[in-house]
């Protein structure tokens, strides 16, 4: 495997000074934010630059995939497909479980993040009104499952694994693949599935397998499955276009701690999982298949204040956002988001 460690979060401080310059929008900006395509980023241009030069290129891609759009494809980024594999089997054999086994993990507490939240439980929004977010869930709760792992050298929160008997090896993959995105870059690993389900169920108002959001953190790194239904919203037109999946890359996006960091200058874009195109579906039955997907969410320290960079104030000196700490503000939305 490639030594990859932190060289996502280093492509772009190399850019750093670029995208903290408040932009100036010209015509052939506003021309450039009319075409909405998320890039396919060539990591191993970075990876094996023979020069800052040549790393600043990849990273110049990355940081323009966030200001416009907010996601990138990361391709030949240093981890193996057998690796991502090997995850997406264990995690496959976990949610197989009975039902009464995984409830025994249950996620607790916001401040932990941590073990396994059942079907209808969580419901992703950009609300942070509880009252809200409940009437949400009751009427169209998200249709998937998912278990949380956070650090498993943390001495306060500790995770939450099933018997080795019942998935043997478990542990050690999820633990291994932990350390694997580490290396890329960092926090909390989350193994989601979506259950397959009646189509017309998916069509009805409001629902979703996950509800339009945005991430909460610095970045996501995301590797699906070939079933696709992840849909990215072009913030200029607020339509919804699929983030079809691509063999062998990662696809990253930018969280609302890097959008309060930048003063949006790098896009938080509400993303959402809904049924995938019409040739995937079974015209006969009318199912949605079941989808698998395993996401790493990167966040700062729990303890660290996010406040606007000085160098990406508004020309007047504008700051969209107050200064909050990574565990506030996580805690807070996660806090709202379960019941």
Known sequence: MLATRRFLPAALRLRR??????????????????????????????LEAGSKAEKRNTADEIVSGFRNVGFIYLDKHGIPESVVQKAFAQSAEFFRLPAEVKSKLEWEDPRSNRGYVKIGRERVTQSADANEIAQL?????????????GRDWDKTWKNRWPEEKLVPQFKPTMLSFFQTCHELHFHNLRLLSYPSIRTNLLRQEGQARAGAHSDYGTLTLLFQDSVGGLEVQNPHTKTFQPGTPIPGTIVVNAGDLLA??????????????????????????????????????????????ISCLPTCLGVNGENKYPPVTTEDYIVGRLSVTYT
């Open 260 to 305: 309060r960091w930048s003063n949006d200058i790098l896009r938080s874009t509400l993303h959402r999982v809904v049924a995938p195109p019409v040739e995937k579906l079974s015209e006969t039955e009318g199912i949605t298949p079941a989808r698998q997907s395993i996401a790493f969410f990167c966040n700062p320290n729990g303890g660290a204040k």
């Open 17 to 46: 000074a670029a995208w903290q310059r408040p932009a100036i929008r010209s015509l052939a900006t506003l021309a450039e934010e009319s075409s909405f395509k998320i890039p396919l980023i060539d990591f191993s241009k970075f």
């Open 137 to 149: 869930r009751a009427k169209a709760p998200d249709f998937k499952e998912s278990m949380e792992i």
